[in-house]
């Protein structure tokens, strides 16, 4: 993965900024990923609570976009679930599903131009997007400055939080709208209370991946740092004393064996706490982090109760944990996945965003699984 594209030749703004995030996130899968020959962990057998998944698959297709590529997705109920990311044309980079169908939604703020990374949501009416917005540098021609973009949706209107004067941002998390974390590019967390926005450097230039706790002093953030050397260092932090620490690390270079901790983060408590990625699926013990499951290389993990747990990754890896055991859905088996993979679900639906090659366009495919039927 690199730090800085290059292009040789002069492109217009869309192009430009089109181009660097295709690539970024294409990239952050071909670079970061392995195929292995590694059997699964032996979690794996029958499906004992006799879940049958009904799929059907959407497209998320414009005539007029030739990429669009979700990123993140999050629901308050099987009626209402978003889905953000990245587009060569700003109408498609929020999709709304409202039980029926999906539509494309543009809040139309005048400004930077977005492309999102994260989402994280508390009810129907208090959700939040990140991302980065690009602009031109004023008298430096066709050059980009990137920085922070963050967006709140209240259920009605779209507010942009502005002028925080951060890098990039890549991931959110909150247990509410006034505790809320958003990690960014270059080692800054950001931290809002409700009425003001709060800028931390961690103590490491590393970008962050994900977010994710249970209560205020209980948080956890997975960073990849760029050596000088070319090698990526893949960092655990965590949030105590209203300090970040740096709990974990190890070289992406090393050995599969000696990865200790996924990059993607989710869970109920300390109990039921899973990170996901580089090729297995973790589990906190309270101390360390367990592998417990082996794949190509996990980008999703959610769940809504301890027996309904889905995980995902690149190449059709769909997973699904009953409480007692693992099982790979082979209904995913003719379906290849080129970019992260994301999740939401609850009891009764779970919803699966993935990026696939469809003729010459980057289209999103999302997966609608009903978990509700038995055999």
Not at 213 to 218: A, I, L, N, V
Request: hydrophobic share 40%; aromatic share 18%; proline share 2%.
């Amino acid at each position: 993965m690199f730090k800085k594209p290059f292009f040789s030749r002069v492109c217009d703004f869309k192009f430009l900024l089109t181009a660097i995030l295709f690539l970024f996130s294409f990239f952050i899968c071909l670079f970061s990923c392995k195929r292995t020959t590694v059997p699964l962990a032996n979690t794996l057998g029958p499906d004992t609570t006799g879940r049958n998944f009904s799929w059907k698959v959407d497209t998320l297709h414009a005539d007029d976009a030739l990429q669009i590529i979700m990123s993140d997705i999050w629901g308050s109920d099987e009626k209402n679930v978003w889905t953000v990311g990245h587009s060569d044309d700003y109408d498609y980079q929020i999709w709304h599903w409202d039980g029926r169908s999906w539509k494309n939604i543009n809040p139309k703020i005048i400004g930077d131009r977005p492309s999102y990374l994260a989402m994280h949501g508390f009810t129907a009416d208090d959700i939040w997007i990140v991302g980065v917005g690009g602009r031109r540098a004023s008298g430096e021609g066709l050059e980009l400055k990137y920085r922070e973009y963050i967006l709140h949706y209240d259920g009605q209107n779209w507010q942009r939080h502005k002028d925080i004067q951060a890098p990039m941002a890549t991931a959110v998390w909150g247990s509410s709208s006034r505790n809320l974390f958003v990690g960014c590019d270059s080692g800054i967390v950001l931290h809002y209370n409700g009425q003001e926005w709060d800028k931390t450097y961690i103590g490491v230039n590393a970008q962050i991946r994900d977010i994710y706790g249970f209560e205020k002093d209980s948080v956890f953030a997975s960073g990849i740092e760029w050596l000088d050397n070319g090698d990526q260092k893949s960092i655990l932090f965590k949030y105590i004393d209203k300090k970040w620490t740096v709990s974990d690390s190890f070289l992406l270079s090393s050995s599969e064996d000696q990865y200790t901790f996924g990059e993607f983060f989710w869970g109920l408590d300390l109990n039921e706490f899973y990170s996901a990625g580089f090729g297995w699926l973790f589990k906190y013990d309270g101390h360390s982090w367990q592998k417990i499951l082996k794949g190509i290389h996990f980008y999703g993990i959610y769940g809504s109760t301890i027996n309904n747990i889905f995980t995902a990754g690149i190449w059709n890896d769909v997973y699904h944990y009953n409480g007692s055991t693992w099982k790979k859905d082979d209904f995913f088996k003719s379906y290849e996945f080129v970019n992260k993979t994301s999740i939401w679900c609850n009891d009764k639906q779970v919803f699966i965003c993935a990026v696939s090659f469809v003729d010459t366009r980057v289209e999103t495919l999302v997966f609608r699984g009903n978990v509700s039927e038995r055999r």
